[in-house]
């Protein structure tokens, strides 16, 4: 009568969602001040004044038809060139406006392109712990998923395992740097072997293995962590970017995918790009919030107050006898569980209403991910509640 | 390398699009005022204006991390609430915000919903005249697109045609009323022969066959035409809406989808649309725009400028002697052409500076689209042209 799988995969929400609602039920109970919930990745401090100042001024100076017309399936042309004289601006790159293809969020972008790279009996590699939507998003495009474990101990890209999973079906390697949920942030010399690997894989297959680089937390590093622009690495490079992370706007869905020069039949793999966005339903990314980003290129929500609480939490896991990922960027503590059963550790936690996701959903056992976009104040509060959970276990 | 399928998707536009790029061109060679483009279906009167208020008291007084955050992925509570109690109230209908999931737009709409239809081996029934993406949606959800002709005379459902297309494996039939291209109204005796048509071929196959009703000129009508509420005469009614033409805001990507409590198994029919949304990568519709049309409902565009350049149309096209397809709704005349190939004739348009969409790329040859969405002025102006490519033929 309807399609099954589409029926499961809105039946069944996922963990996080599932958290999402023991904590409105559990609100209700002991009262929203009670309850530390560090289940959701919202970004939790306001969007930069220069977002709302740019709508206001857009709505009043720019004739309402222009402004909330359709823009080209592509995205208009003065954004796309906007983005690109920003990228090469801060990275050295040489991008023109035909590299960009603007989309509806980050998702969109992950959707579209593998949707357009699909061809019977691929395989696309996807890098544990990963975001779970991944998987959904890959076996929807038709693309058969194949999960590489990181390194136990740094969480960093196992190469030795990436090697071994690569096939003559390997069309991409999805990977996200800053990770969600691990924040781990991959460093230049972790991008050039990687980069190296592939090369030496294209070679040995004789056809292109893409990377998709998943990039919504660009911005959000903290200290003096730089995130390595993957175009410049490795050519078959085909970046997803939102700006919902950066500027605090995951609800209008805003993003892009680049695909640069240097990636093979760059022209024709940008024409099945706005294909697969023309086949899915994607008529044009958001028009008013297109022109918003143009003007904030390169400006960010306060992320200040995600590195405090950054540092707080850390310093209080640790302090109690937790270990921790090495959290450079996006805004999760992904922190070891004290039991092998990450599930059961969440389930401890809950009685000091601390709200946690084991890391299995993540396709990465024996870890919980703390989503730290929050207020300082309730984690200064929560810490009473780290430490009783601490007992049970040092 | 990459799908060939979404490469030839993107890299041959359609002849709307073609004709939008000659437009440009030759709006250089003759100048803006002597070009005469009915191409593009693009509403041409700006929003009304409690729209741009609606953005900036929202602005003004949401906070920033509730207005632009997510919503949850079948759209905000109150903005279904709001839109089941407009519906309830202008059509006697009685939905709950549980009937409803929020869409990036009618395109979404509609690919979200054929993919939560789709199963092996289904059809879809798609009537001609048609919105040429019908095809590529179906097809990219994996429907077999079964393309029936209207009636000639008077581009109605030729229901003897439909009930010889229908088999075991339809799915679903699309209807489009007001109509794109042709700007005809399915009445209500029209819309009460195709449901029993469909009731009784359901009962014949036992299975459900679901009437996709994309409404996204609903309120388009003129004069005394009324657009009868479709879930109001066939249960297993699945309405796709979108705000794009009603309030002017095609850019801007935000619509709805009505499972109504009437469609067979429509619990478990609405979570396939859910999963089918979360696959394609549609996140959340866009946040903004989810509280201001939430305002704004029962609001349009003042659509009284369309009326009046229909009457000036039709009254000069049949002076000239051509003749048109009723023109109940829409912004769309559908004129035929006095030729019998279409093509043919809006080549010879051209010389004139008249730019009209032949009705091949339709699925129903011998017509012309012509757009007015445009000012009165224009179309004015263009009366003399009209006049001479008359004379070429009668």
């Known amino acids: 009568m309807f399609s099954k799988e589409m029926y499961e995969l809105g039946a069944h929400s996922s963990v996080i969602r599932e958290i999402f609602e023991y904590a409105k039920k559990r609100t209700e109970v002991v009262g929203k001040e009670n309850i ?72 969109a972008s992950l959707t579209i392109t593998l949707t357009a790279l699909h061809e019977e009996g691929d395989e696309v590699i996807i890098l544990a712990p990963f975001f779970p939507e991944y998987r959904v998003f890959a076996e929807k495009a038709g693309m058969k998923p194949v999960i590489v474990l990181s390194d136990e101990k740094t969480l960093l890209p196992d190469f030795a395992a990436i090697e071994n999973a690569i096939t003559e079906h390997t069309k991409a390697v999805i990977i996200n740097s800053p990770n969600n949920p691990s924040g781990v942030v991959l460093d230049e010399e972790c991008v050039k072997t990687l980069s190296a690997l592939l090369e030496k894989k294209q070679k040995e297959f004789g056809k292109p293995i893409f990377i998709i680089s998943d990039e919504p937390y660009r911005e959000l590093v903290y200290g003096n962590v730089k995130v390595p622009f993957m175009t410049k690495y490795y050519d078959n490079t085909i970046v997803c970017y939102s700006f919902s992370k950066s500027l605090s706007l995951p609800g209008e869905r805003i993003g892009y995918i680049l695909v640069p020069d240097e990636a093979a039949s760059s022209g024709e793999l940008f024409k099945a790009v706005c294909g697969a966005g023309r086949a899915l339903g994607y008529v044009c990314a958001p028009a008013l919030f297109q022109f918003v980003i143009k003007e904030c290129l390169g400006k960010t929500s306060d992320i200040s107050v995600y590195e405090k609480n950054r540092d707080l939490l850390i310093k209080t896991a640790e302090r109690l006898g937790f270990s921790c990922a090495k959290p450079d960027g996006a ?8 039991e092998k059963d990450a599930a059961a550790f969440c389930e401890k936690a809950k009685k000091y209403e601390l709200l946690f996701v084991p890391s299995d959903s993540f396709g990465f056992p024996g870890y919980v991910r703390i989503a730290y976009c929050v207020s300082t104040e309730m984690i200064e509060k929560a810490i009473p509640a780290f430490e009783k959970l601490a007992k049970e276990y040092f």
Chains 1, 2 share one sequence.
């Open 36 to 107: 530390f919930d560090f289940s959701i990745g919202n970004p939790s401090v306001p969007a930069p004044e220069i977002v709302n100042e740019t709508i206001k001024k857009l709505v009043d100076t720019v004739p309402s038809t222009e402004l909330h017309g359709y823009t080209s399936a592509v995205g208009d042309n003065s954004v796309r060139e906007a983005i690109a004289g920003y990228l090469n601006k801060t990275y050295g790159t040489s991008f023109r406006k035909e590299n960009f293809y603007m989309t509806v969020g980050a998702a």
């Open 331 to 338: 805004f999760y503590l992904f922190m070891k569980s004290p």
